[in-house]
T-cell receptor
């Protein structure tokens, strides 16, 4: 059972570079989301999607884009990386948008220099 | 305002001691869900329990127990006879179903169990 797969595990970017964090799930979950985890801040929601073709902003969306062309995939794009985006990123999915627990990927540690 | 507050940033206990992790939430909804997740040093996030707002029955699973009290808006987590493997960061989360499509996480409590 693959569950939620995130790639890459680690990434170093220079300020101004762009990149895409990949996220795929094989559980046919409708709900997918991206979080960032920073020390002392817990998990903060960046963007989420309640189904293919539908995305919305979370608490900290600035500097990130998402799309949901298929049920399985939910990539997160950093448009122009900034040091403030240094963080650990988690993708998560769940069967529905409210009552089912989130299944998390293993995270991507991103450093922006 | 924080919807989920975990006031304990770090806790250290000696192995076999009991420990309670506090979680206080804020919502005006009558239907909502509460969750606990564990993040061990390896970094993955693991779901532990879900409780809906209509079920105030406490739950016990082995050495873990959860106390949900709507009167105090709290959903506390107790580990009995702690073990070194319990060392992790624990997150409490709130979902305000069905009005919102977001899960709100607390800032986490880092638990260290000393052998």
């Amino acid at each position: 059972n693959a569950g939620v797969t995130q790639t890459p595990k680690f990434q170093v970017l220079k300020t101004g570079q762009s990149m895409t964090l990949q996220c795929a799930q094989d559980m046919n979950h409708e709900y997918m989301s991206w979080y960032r985890q920073d020390p002392g801040m817990g998990l903060r929601l960046i963007h989420y999607s309640v189904g293919a073709g539908i995305t919305d902003q979370g608490e900290v969306p600035n500097g990130y884009n998402v799309s949901r062309s298929t049920t399985e995939d939910f990539p997160l794009r950093l448009l122009s990386a900034a040091p403030s985006q240094t963080s650990v990123y988690f993708c998560a999915s769940s069967r529905d948008r409210d009552r089912s627990p989130l299944h998390f990927g293993n995270g991507t540690r991103l450093t922006v220099t | 305002a924080q919807k989920v507050t975990q006031a304990q940033t770090e806790i250290s206990v000696v192995e076999k001691e009991d420990v309670t992790l506090d979680c206080v939430y804020e919502t005006r909804d009558t239907t909502y869900y509460l969750f606990w997740y564990k993040q061990p040093p390896s970094g993955e996030l693991v779901f532990l329990i879900r409780r809906n707002s209509f079920d105030e029955q406490n739950e016990i699973s082995g050495r873990y127990s959860w106390n949900f009290q709507k009167s105090t808006s709290s959903f506390n987590f107790t580990i009995t006879a702690s073990q070194v493997v319990d060392s992790a960061v624990y997150f409490c989360a709130l979902s305000e179903a069905p009005r919102e499509s977001q899960f709100y996480f607390g800032t986490g409590t880092s638990l260290t169990v000393i052998p």
